[in-house]
T-cell receptor, first 112, second 113 residues
Framework: DVKVTQSSRYLVKRTGEKVFLECVQD?????MFWYRQDPGLGLRLIYF???????EKGDIPEGYSVSREKKERFSLILESASTNQTSMYLC???????????FGSGTQLSVL | AQSVTQLDSQVPVFEEAPVELRCNYS??????LFWYVQYPNQGLQLLLK??????LVESINGFEAEFNKSQTSFHLRKPSVHISDTAEYFC???????????FGTGTRLTIIP
């Protein structure tokens, strides 16, 4: 079974802090994605990566950056956390040319 | 750009009754369509998908969805629901050759015993 692991289930940070959300997949997938999930808004794509060191902006990249130094790891970075970034963050991966996404369990981030 | 509309944010259904969760999409090109399910405190997992061929697709746990190009719909149905079907269901679309999925806002299915 494909496993997508997000390092933290719950995270509480203060406004202005730099926050790192980590995601690791164990199936050698080329594509990796970061979504945020908010009630009534569904899932919105923040960034995705289709190869090491490659990244593309999704629909809501403002306030976020990403890093993909190794194929299995995709990090989401909040340079200066704000309260409107309180959300559930979901990481996903997929094979190149395959739209089936495998999701992690999510990180519930609260910014106070 | 593609988009997905799930008009029903919550659907309560009695156990063993039928259910339909509605999904409409918008795209200027040909699409792939998906339903993902999120059980409580879990990540999303793929329920079923339409890529090509038969417009009726089925999942292993009794759900089915039909691709209707003229109505731009991909409604999810189950003839008899079970308590274990309680979850949030997300419809998603991607364009041919584009691996980015666009998700709808989700429908929370609640099964009433």
């Amino acid at each position: 079974d494909v496993k997508v692991t997000q390092s933290s289930r719950y995270l509480v940070k203060r406004t202005g802090e730099k926050v790192f959300l980590e995601c690791v997949q164990d199936m050698d997938h080329e594509n990796m994605f970061w979504y945020r999930q908010d009630p009534g808004l569904g899932l919105r794509l923040i960034y995705f990566s289709y190869d090491v060191k490659m990244k593309e902006k999704g629909d809501i990249p403002e306030g976020y950056s990403v890093s993909r130094e190794k194929k299995e790891r995709f990090s989401l970075i909040l340079e200066s956390a704000s309260t409107n970034q309180t959300s559930m963050y979901l990481c996903a991966s997929s094979m190149l040319g395959n739209e089936k996404l495998f999701f992690g369990s999510g990180t519930q981030l609260s910014v106070l | 750009a593609q988009s997905v509309t799930q008009l029903d944010s919550q659907v309560p259904v009695f156990e063993e009754a039928p259910v339909e969760l509605r999904c409409n999409y918008s795209s200027s090109v040909s699409v792939y369509l998906f339903w993902y399910v999120q059980y409580p405190n879990q990540g999303l997992q793929l329920l079923l998908k339409y890529l090509s061929g038969s417009t009726l697709v089925e999942s292993i746990n009794g759900f089915e969805a039909e691709f209707n190009k003229s109505q731009t719909s991909f409604h999810l149905r189950k003839p008899s629901v079970h308590i274990s079907d309680t979850a949030e269901y997300f419809c998603a679309v991607s364009n041919f050759g584009n691996e980015k999925l666009t998700f709808g806002t989700g429908t929370r299915l609640t099964i009433i015993p």
